[in-house]
Structure formats: structure tokens, C-alpha cells
């Protein structure tokens, strides 16, 4: 456990660094501003490893913001490091073709707060779009024939349910709509295959 947690702390801390260094290079964070932004990407880097330790009944309070901050602040480091990475890519790109096109072309590169601009606006714009998709139930009806099943046997109705993906930020809003498309449907048997929960040890205990 020990390893595991000091190659997340290598690899995400790493990650949130090279994040806080691209904005101290690209916007005009000094002093006491630098040291507050410094502050809240440490605190967001120790979010998720300390959800082992208050994901207990009774700090809900506690653990949800947590689990709801800390993972979207993971999603927001990945994807700016992608998008600065295409943007890096680009300007080599264009660096490299205004060379031997005798300069005429350097003006496609991107400059460093453009970039940081263009990131901002995408990354919101994922924002909405994943915040969107992770509202939607999406349900699919197929018909199969079996040679197995009797001759004269009623239809079988079963429902297949996978990729909820269950969390204490989502676990028992989310199941409850689970449920009532189930009931709706009455099914004769229902079929759990894969993907139905993120939640382990402790967090399973706070979900119940």
C-alpha cells in the first residue's frame, strides 16, 4: 500500500506540478496568490488518497465534497496537460515549417496566454458535455430466439444492467433511477455484468 501511494503521489503530484508550473509561467500569479494556488493543488493532490480515510459513516459532509472535488480536479489535470501537450505539438509544428518556408509561417504559432486561453474554454466545455452524459440512463431493447427454450415457452425478459459505476457522490441517487426503469420494465430476471460499482472496503460500509 505504501508503494502504491508514493507512485500516486510521484505521478499525480508530478502531474499537478507540471500544471502549477505552466500557470506561474503563463499568468501572473506572485507572492501571497502563488502560495494560495501552490496550497489548494497540494490539497487537491492529497484529495483522493485521503477518501480512505474519512469515507465512514457520519462524514458525508466530509467525504462527498472530497470524492466530488478531488476527482474532478483529476479530470481537469489530465485534461489540460493533453490539450497544453496538442497545443506544445502545434507550435513545433508550425515552428518547424515557418523555418523552411522562410518565416511566413510562423504566425500560426499559438502564444503561451492564447493557449492557456483556448485550454480554459475547452476544458469548460468538456465540463458541461461529461457533466451532461453522466445524467443520461440509456436503455436498449434486442430480441434473440433460443433453440434452447421449450417449444410453447413464454418470452423470457431480462434485463442487463452494467457501467453505473456507483460512488458515494452518486450511489443511491443513481440507483434509485436504476430501480425504477427496473420496475418499469418487469423483467424476469435482472443481469449485473460488469462496471456496477467503484466502491471498496470502507466505502461500500458508507454507502449501505
Known amino acids: 500500500m505504501l508503494v502504491f501511494f508514493a507512485f500516486f503521489l510521484l505521478v499525480y503530484g508530478g502531474l499537478n506540478a507540471f500544471v502549477y508550473w505552466r500557470l506561474r509561467k503563463t499568468l501572473p500569479l506572485r507572492g501571497r496568490t502563488a502560495l494560495g494556488v501552490g496550497v ?85 466545455i468538456l465540463l458541461v458535455v461529461s457533466g451532461y452524459e453522466n445524467t443520461l440512463l440509456r436503455t436498449e431493447t434486442l430480441h434473440f430466439r433460443s433453440s434452447r427454450l421449450p417449444p410453447g415457452a413464454q418470452p423470457l425478459k431480462i434485463v442487463q444492467v452494467a457501467d453505473l459505476h456507483l460512488s458515494i457522490i452518486s450511489c443511491r441517487p443513481d440507483l434509485d433511477r436504476v430501480i425504477r426503469i427496473v420496475e418499469q420494465l418487469q423483467p424476469d430476471l435482472v443481469v449485473s455484468t460488469g462496471d456496477l460499482s467503484d466502491l471498496t472496503g470502507p466505502d461500500v460500509e458508507w454507502a449501505k
Not at 480512505?52 to 466530509?62: D, E, F, K, N, T
Not at 472530497?66 to 474532478?72: E, I, M, P, V
Not at 489540460?80 to 518556408?101: C, E, H, P, Y
Open 40 to 124: 489548494v493543488f497540494a490539497l487537491m493532490v492529497l484529495a483522493p488518497a485521503s477518501l480512505r480515510l474519512i469515507s465512514r459513516p457520519g462524514l458525508s459532509w466530509v467525504s462527498v465534497p472530497a470524492a466530488f472535488f478531488g476527482y474532478l480536479w483529476m479530470a481537469l489535470m489530465f485534461w489540460f496537460v493533453v490539450l497544453q501537450g496538442v497545443i506544445g505539438g502545434w507550435n513545433l509544428i508550425a515552428k518547424f515549417v515557418s523555418r523552411s518556408a522562410a518565416g511566413r509561417l510562423a504566425r500560426l504559432q499559438i502564444a503561451p496566454r492564447v493557449g492557456m486561453k483556448l485550454t480554459g474554454i475547452v476544458l469548460v
